[in-house]
């Protein structure tokens, strides 16, 4: 990626990539044609049949076929309903997964927990390395703001996007309160819709907002709003495919990897060293 440091691999990275025939599916596949030196798509998993020309094909009930080719590492952009499927999938061809899917369950992520504890998993609510450096800066900005500054969040998504907030606004939400209960030993609760409420705001809160129209690729902005001024710190993502490279960094790096989850702090720590 233009402005990143890559992470290099000796041979082309085979990758098995679940939801190919979505909307970023067909974005990573893009990126991986792109990049032939690096990487090569070798199969697919969809939730249905979806032919592409020159991959081994696969979908819920038909695993076998998947089990039994050759491939590195397993890319996820689907949701959570073929989850099942990529766990059936990894119990019976162990191999590192990069899941970039948002909205699971309680129950779900502790099966994720669980297949962690064999394999490698790399997991992360948004695959943007933009997202993650924000991240830092606003556990780092809110250290010295909160409480004299009230903390909200802004996100704004297509109006395709099913859930909401969305997961990388919980991301940066919780990241917030962990910080500020470690430093201050303060618990910050989150607020999703104050119109049931009339009463002033308490200070011991992170409001959360969601906008959702169009075909806007990604948002989120972190306010720290003080009584004589306003920081902002904002991420916006100019196009769908900063996620698919992230995704295909997240391959690279997770590739060879005891068992145990990973994520995009992960990521950031190797390529600083780099």
Not at 29 to 51: D, F, M, P, V
Not at 73 to 99: G, K, N, Q
Not at 150 to 163: N, P, W, Y
Request: glycine fraction near 6%; include cysteine; aromatic fraction near 6%.
């Amino acid at each position: 990626m233009e402005g990143t440091k890559q992470l290099s691999n000796p041979s082309p990275l085979r990758i098995l990539l679940v939801g190919a025939s979505g909307h970023m599916g067909q974005i990573v596949t893009e990126q991986i044609r792109q990049q032939s030196e690096q990487y090569r798509l070798a199969a697919i998993l969809n939730g249905h049949q979806h032919q592409m020309e020159g991959v081994v094909q696969g979908w819920p009930g038909n695993l076998q076929t998947l089990a039994d080719c050759e491939w590195d590492v397993l890319i996820d952009f689907s949701s959570p309903a073929l989850l099942p499927a990529i766990c059936e999938l990894l119990t019976r061809h162990p191999a590192p997964a990069v899941l970039a899917t948002t909205g699971y369950s309680q129950d779900e992520l502790a099966s994720l927990k669980q297949l962690a504890r064999t394999l490698p998993l790399f997991m992360s609510a948004n695959m943007s390395l933009g997202i993650h450096v924000m991240q830092r800066l606003i556990t780092q900005a809110a250290r010295y703001l909160y409480p004299a500054y009230d903390i909200e969040i802004v996100e704004a998504h297509h109006r395709r996007k099913v859930d909401a907030p969305s997961g990388t606004a919980l991301l940066l939400a919780r990241a917030l309160q962990d910080e500020i209960c470690q430093t201050q030993g303060t618990d910050l609760t989150l607020t999703f819709d104050r119109s049931l409420v009339r009463q002033a705001r308490p200070a011991a809160e992170i409001g959360i907002s969601s906008i959702r129209g169009g075909n806007i690729v990604g948002e989120h902005a972190v306010i720290f709003a003080g009584q004589a001024d306003i920081l902002t710190i904002k991420h916006s993502a100019l196009s769908r495919s900063v996620f698919a490279q992230g995704a295909l960094n997240a391959a690279a790096f997770i590739i060879n990897r005891e068992a145990g989850l990973y994520s995009m702090e992960d990521l950031l720590d190797q390529l600083a060293k780099a």
